[in-house]
């Protein structure tokens, strides 16, 4: 099945600066590359996403590249906010495409 | 829209009682996702339902766990006998098959086996 992994576990930043996540995948077959952000106590949230035919896509102060090459994506987000701090899972399709497995996620804290 | 609904959103039980979870998804999705979360072993898909069909199973952790979806509208996770390292969050997500990849999350249940 696929392999998803996720790094850092956890992720400590100042408020104002920049924070990047990395996920790495093994099915080179993969073409749809998503970001879930879990604040505490809610589900999983899906906050950006990227398909296979584009190498970058950004929404405002949250961005996502990926390297197909590599088989690796991340999450960039800029300008870090105390309300951005949550947990960040990165998922990648499987099943043909049916389901999505997820990485063990990343635990950001952003501090005023 | 209200969103994906489970009940109940907290669940303290004893072990060797039944539990059953339940999941309203969002109308007009068409398929069905169970998860449980733990600190351990992350967000794992326990089993997923296509048109209230059963399509993959293989994350069950044992026969103790059963899932039904008897309508488009309504599912359930059932537990029995339920044990202490049960105790986890259960996620019920939907989306649409066919569209969007996108799954859309309920709030969970966060279940205690003592």
């Known amino acids: 099945g696929e392999n998803v992994e996720q790094h850092p576990s956890t992720l400590s930043v100042q408020e104002g600066d920049s924070a990047v996540i990395k996920c790495t995948y093994s099915?080179?077959?993969?073409?749809?590359f998503p970001w879930y952000k879990q604040e505490l106590g809610k589900g999983p949230q899906l906050i950006i996403d990227i398909r296979s035919n584009v190498g970058e896509k950004k929404d405002q102060r949250i961005a996502v590249t990926l390297n197909k090459t590599a088989k690796h994506f991340s999450l960039h987000i800029t300008e870090t906010q105390p309300e951005d701090s949550a947990v960040y899972f990165c998922a990648v399709p499987t099943s043909g495409y049916s389901t999505l497995t997820f990485g063990k996620g990343t635990m950001l804290l952003v501090s005023p | 829209d209200a969103g994906v609904i489970q009940s109940p959103r907290h669940e303290v039980t004893e072990m060797g009682q039944e539990v059953t979870l339940r999941c309203k998804p969002i109308?007009?999705?068409?398929?069905l996702f169970w998860y449980r979360q733990t600190m351990m072993r992350g967000l794992e898909l326990l089993i997923y339902f296509n048109n209230n069909v059963p399509i993959d199973d293989s994350g069950m952790p044992e026969d103790r766990f059963s899932a039904k979806m008897p309508n488009a509208s309504f599912s359930t996770l059932k537990i029995q006998p339920s044990e202490p390292r049960d105790s986890a969050v259960y996620f019920c997500?939907?989306?649409?098959?066919?569209?969007?990849?996108?799954?859309?999350f309920g709030p969970g249940t966060r279940l205690t086996v003592t």
């Open positions: 099915d080179s077959a993969s073409n749809y």
């Open positions: 109308s007009g999705h068409n398929s």
């Open positions: 997500a939907s989306s649409y098959w066919g569209g969007s990849y996108e799954q859309y």
